[in-house]
T-cell receptor, first 110, second 115 residues
Framework: AQRVTQPEKLLSVFKGAPVELKCNYS??????LFWYVQYSRQRLQLLLR??SRESIKGFTADLNKGETSFHLKKPFAQEEDSAMYYC????????????FGAGTILRVKS | DAGVTQSPTHLIKTRGQHVTLRCSPI?????VSWYQQVLGQGPQFIFQ???????GRGNFPDRFSARQFPNYSSELNVNALLLGDSALYLC??????????????FGPGTRLTVL
């Protein structure tokens, strides 16, 4: 079964502190992992995907197949990073539909 | 381009009624997917259409149906509404059939309230 778990509903950090948003997954096959972000009053948008191995807005995420994790990290949080973050997975075995976690609210305090 | 558009923005219905939600994809996009987002949860996949054919269906009852038109716009229909159908319904479009290489672009959603 496909499942994405984001254990924290809310993560609150101070500006300049490191950020790690946790994501664990369960999947039979070869999953593709994504992070989506929703800023206040904006629509859901793709932040990054593991196949691109890119850094977007200073965020990175490494797929750890041994631990079935895809944690999102940023070394120095900024106030504009405050948003709702969703981890998601998809895979060819399941028709490439996106399966989302429940989301984590990130609050960056000044 | 305004991006993916959805109508209406908000909708209030009573139990047992029927509802139709509409989605217009980004110009040139041929794939549309529908998601239900209940308060406090992430989006849950309902349907996926590509080139007017159903390509995937999530774990939803037969009360939920959808279709894609020749212009690639899409409708989601829900019959015999239940209180539990109250949610934000999201539409997403992509250039080709969804895959890891084809980004899905989301619309603003339709907020459905069932009383």
């Amino acid at each position: 079964a496909q499942r994405v778990t984001q254990p924290e509903k809310l993560l609150s950090v101070f500006k300049g502190a490191p950020v790690e948003l946790k994501c664990n997954y369960s999947y039979s096959g070869s999953p593709e992992l994504f992070w989506y972000v929703q800023y206040s009053r904006q629509r859901l948008q793709l932040l990054l995907r593991h196949i691109s191995r890119e850094s977007i807005k200073g965020f990175t995420a490494d797929l750890n197949k041994g631990e079935t994790s895809f944690h999102l990290k940023k070394p120095f949080a900024q106030e504009e990073d405050s948003a709702m973050y969703y981890c998601a997975l998809s895979g060819r075995e399941y028709g490439n539909k996106l399966v989302f976690g429940a989301g984590t609210i990130l609050r960056v305090k000044s | 381009d305004a991006g993916v558009t959805q109508s209406p923005t908000h909708l209030i219905k009573t139990r047992g009624q029927h509802v139709t939600l509409r989605c217009s994809p980004i110009s040139g996009h041929k794939s549309v997917s529908w998601y239900q987002q209940v308060l406090g949860q992430g989006p849950q996949f309902i349907f996926q259409y590509y080139e007017k054919e159903e390509r995937g269906r999530g774990n939803f009852p037969d009360r939920f149906s959808a279709r894609q038109f020749p212009n690639y716009s899409s409708e989601l229909n829900v019959n015999a509404l239940l209180l539990g159908d109250s949610a934000l319904y999201l539409c997403a479009s992509s250039l080709r059939a969804p895959s890891s290489y084809n980004e899905q672009f989301f619309g603003p959603g339709t907020r459905l309230t069932v009383l």
